[in-house]
């Protein structure tokens, strides 16, 4: 073989090595051997160039690393994306790569096929910004603050750290955007129990519950994904101002379904009336003579409703405040006046406690005879009066009598109309007999 022919087949073999030395391009997708493992990044040779590279500890995982060694070893073939070159001198030159973007295109095309089919995700919150939460889904992802729950959260630390399961609502790899949202979630969820729950239960059933939310007007109780209204009316026999004042939020109660309007999306609960009644045992509570301390809840033209226990009542009527005549109970007493009352007669079947305040005083000197003579005047009044009413009639003129108000005729006491009058009725005949 002549020296001319040794010639050209060296410089033929030379400048095939040259042309299958790949060019390198910012954005390529490469694939690269590890040299080095450093305290902070990787150096690596890209195969097929000749050329090395580096790869930051930063862009070695869409994960926090805390040992470069625990990602890669000498020897490692990966995968990397070149982001950037170093150097003017291409040849001698390095490149800035990236394994992090390289699992963050896989990620991404993982949750464009998830979106696609309808799927959700679960990632861990690692962070809480204005206006919603952050998680790390192999990408980044951002729940606004209104997605977060199907109910307004006033402060979000408390998601920091936790696993949700999220719909995707808006995905953009381009603009490295992903919208999702944990309420839609909850949604659906709720909804499948909902259905389960309104088919389940009934007016009368007693089930367990959680509180859920407190509000000024009552409490909200978790039945299993399914919240039902606890009215501030319904918590307890005594009175609640506020329903913070005797729950908390979390707290395991017990609840009497009144109603279920699956229409309106409405179930009605009770608490107080899984309590045992106010009225149970009220004869061994209250017996006749017996004397308890209560506050005074009510005062009406004919007397005063006292509450004994709460849920309990009962009244002393206006000829039972005091041995002297008073014209209204509103002059010696107040509404949440403290007071000692006798008990005089117990009927728990009507829920009807007689009360008296005067049977605890002692009467003033005289009082007694006094007493006989309204006794007497009363007979004669009686008289008088059924004369003045036929008087009254004969001669055309009509008497002015004094009325109980309707809404006391039938009040909730149990007390009957007789009961309630009796004070009236004799001044009504005094008034009479003066005529």
Request: no cysteine; charged share 30%; hydrophobic share 35%.
């Amino acid at each position: 073989m002549s020296e001319n022919n040794v010639t050209n087949e060296n410089a033929e073999t030379m400048a095939d090595a040259l042309n299958s030395v790949e060019t390198v391009h910012v954005g390529d997708t490469v694939k690269a051997e590890v040299l080095a493992v450093e305290d902070k990044q990787l150096v690596v040779g890209i195969e097929g160039t000749g050329v090395e590279g580096v790869v930051p500890l930063k862009e070695l995982s869409t994960q926090p690393i805390e040992d470069i060694n625990s990602v890669a070893k000498v020897g490692d073939k990966l995968d990397l994306v070149v982001i950037s070159t170093i150097g003017k001198d291409k040849e001698n030159g390095q490149y800035l790569l990236s394994k992090k973007r390289v699992e963050a295109q896989k990620v991404w095309k993982d949750i464009q096929a998830k979106f696609d089919a309808g799927e959700t995700i679960t990632a861990p919150v690692t962070s809480v910004v204005k206006g919603g939460l952050v998680v790390n889904a192999g990408v980044r992802g951002f729940i606004p603050a209104s997605m977060v729950e199907d109910h307004f959260v006033e402060d979000l630390a408390s998601y920091k750290g936790q696993d949700l399961e999220l719909k995707i609502v808006e995905i953009d790899p381009a603009e490295n955007r992903l919208i999702l949202s944990h309420r839609a979630i909850v949604e659906a969820s709720k909804k499948e129990a909902r259905k389960e729950i309104f088919e389940k239960i009934q007016p009368g059933d007693v089930i367990e519950g959680k509180v859920a939310r407190l509000t000024n007007f009552g409490a909200f109780v978790d039945l299993g994904g399914v919240d039902g209204l606890v009215h501030v009316s319904e918590i307890a026999f005594d009175h609640v101002d506020k329903p913070s004042d005797v729950l908390k939020v979390g707290q395991d109660v017990k609840v009497k379904v009144l109603a279920v309007d699956e229409d309106r999306d409405r179930i009605s609960l009770s608490i107080k009336a899984t309590l045992p009644q106010p009225w149970d045992n009220i004869e061994t509570e209250a017996p006749e003579g017996s004397v308890l301390k209560g506050t005074v809840k009510r005062l009406t033209s004919f007397g005063a409703f006292v509450e004994v226990f709460p849920g309990v009542e009962g009244l002393v009527h206006i000829s039972q405040i005091s041995h002297e005549h008073i014209e209204k109970p509103q002059d010696v007493l107040a509404e949440g006046q403290e007071i000692d009352v006798k008990v005089l007669s117990v009927d728990p079947t009507q829920h009807r406690l007689a009360l008296s305040i005067k049977a605890l005083t002692e009467a003033p000197a005289g009082s007694e005879n006094h007493e006989n003579n309204n006794s007497n005047n009363r007979g004669g009044n009686r008289n008088s009066n059924r004369g003045g009413e036929s008087r009254g009639r004969r001669g055309g003129r009509r008497e002015e009598h004094t009325s109980i108000p309707a809404e006391y005729q039938q009040d909730d006491s149990g007390f009957t109309l007789g009961d309630l009058i009796g004070q009236q009725l004799k001044d009504a005949a005094k008034g009479n007999d003066e005529d």
